[in-house]
């Protein structure tokens, strides 16, 4: 018999639990009975770090593909399903997970879980639709290329985690992607979405055993393999300078390094460090380099989680006569973490901050149905928000300062810079 866990997240009073079908498939709900929507989910637990290199983008096709028609629906039926009643459907494919999900009323939830389910385990992938959608998907790589930052993030990345999965764009490459047919579509589901891969999250006005007879219903099926992991390890992590071009107006510069894990220990440190970097317009790097010299319009950090490491960096819209001064302000702002203590009053407004974010978040079903899910995804049980607000609160200025004393080392960086065509490289500091 499926096994259920539950407890109450007593910040908003309302019920979290947990089965788990004799299939392996994990259904998880978060019932708030204050609305009459619901947001649900499946997540299928692989990405593109999943995929071997000559199939690269196939994870992100085929979340595509699913759309296309199943042996009973067509792409159009599909479509009409839940719009026809006021419905949102959508999708997204990551490095770690794909997601599968729809918000709608309350009383649709067994319309929504029979699409899903039918999306997940019939679909058809008709020859002229694969054929059809890798021009779609091509012309989507394209948008990517023609924008700056993403043509940026996606070399930076690359040589980030240099010769592995994770260093590649979740879209894939081009040639890659041509040569996909129906039959990697199908050896792909038959390997990766089975039940004990898959999860259920929905958060709303939703009973959960009612979930549960659902995915029983819709998902129950056993599964057809046993599990396997085909993600690959990490390779080492090499320092890298590199200057492209592309013809632009503004130049574009990333500095970066190799972040933590998803439950590293010191990821609240880092957390609040990243968002008195570079978190927001009050935010020291946006104050410093924009606010008190105008040398750029856009300027922020960014810092990814997986499951074995991470990604930090700050990204940098400027002019090309500017770089070198940014470089030295984004030193000093390193030196700053590293050296001094940061004022009370500034770590108790980050941790406002944080805390802000997390609370705002609970007004929308999506948000609490992903933040559900990535509970299960990465710790295999349910992260309260008084647990998160607790571990916040703890961290103390002076932690902060001894973990970017050994983080904050600029020969630990990388960087990317994108020029405009017909210029010349700018002078490079000395330290990034």
């Not at 009370?344 to 933040?371: D, F, P």
């Not at 928000?385 to 990388?414: C, D, G, M, P």
Request: aromatic content about 10%; hydrophobic content about 35%.
């Amino acid at each position: 018999m499926p096994k259920m866990q539950s407890l109450m997240n007593s910040q908003q009073d309302d019920q979290v639990d947990k089965t788990v079908l004799d299939n392996g498939l994990k259904v998880l709900t978060e019932r708030v009975k204050s609305v009459k929507s619901i947001s649900v989910g499946v997540w299928v637990k692989t990405g593109s770090r999943n995929e071997p290199g000559d199939k690269a983008g196939i994870t992100h096709f085929l979340e595509h593909m699913l759309f296309k028609g199943t042996e009973t629906r067509t792409a159009y039926d599909i479509a009409l399903s839940m719009e026809s009643v006021g419905g949102y459907m959508n999708a997204f494919t990551s490095n770690e997970y794909t997601c599968y999900y729809i918000r709608s009323l309350d009383s649709e939830l067994e319309r929504a879980m029979e699409v899903l389910s039918d999306m997940v385990l019939n679909s058809t992938f008709p020859d002229e639709e694969v054929e059809k959608e890798k021009k779609v998907v091509i012309e989507e790589m394209k948008m990517y290329r023609d924008s700056p930052e993403d043509y940026l993030f996606e070399s930076f990345t690359s040589k980030i985690f240099r010769s592995h999965p994770l260093g590649r764009p979740v879209i894939g490459y081009e040639e890659t992607v041509r040569q996909l047919d129906r039959s990697d579509l199908f050896d792909y589901v038959e390997r990766r979405y089975q039940p004990w891969n898959i999860q259920i999250a929905v958060a709303g006005n939703a009973d959960h055993q009612n979930v549960v007879s659902l995915a029983e219903k819709y998902l129950g099926s056993p599964s057809r393999k046993d599990q396997n992991s085909s993600s690959y390890k990490l390779t080492p992590y090499e320092i890298h300078r590199e200057t492209l071009t592309k013809p632009i107006e503004q130049t574009h510069m990333m500095i970066g390094r190799r972040g933590l894990w998803f439950d590293h220990p010191d990821k609240y440190l880092l957390l609040l460090a990243n968002t008195i970097l570079g978190g927001g317009m009050s935010s020291r790097l946006h104050q410093h380099i924009r606010e008190q010299y105008g040398y750029c319009y856009s300027i922020g950090t960014f810092n990814q989680t997986y499951v074995d490491t991470g990604l930090f960096g700050i990204y940098i819209g400027t002019d090309r006569n500017y770089i070198e001064h940014v470089r030295e302000l984004i030193v000093k702002e390193f030196e700053a973490l590293r050296n001094q203590p940061i004022e009370k009053k500034e770590l108790e407004e980050a941790k406002s901050q944080l805390k802000g974010k997390l609370l705002l978040s609970q007004e929308a079903m999506s948000s609490r149905m992903m933040r559900l899910a990535k509970s299960e995804l990465y710790f295999e049980r349910f992260i309260t928000l008084e647990e998160l607000v607790e571990k916040i609160e703890e961290v103390e200025a002076e932690q902060i300062r001894e973990f970017s004393h050994q983080f904050f080392q600029e020969e630990n960086f990388s960087e990317s810079l994108l020029l405009p065509e017909n210029a010349t490289e700018p002078e490079k500091s000395q330290t990034i």
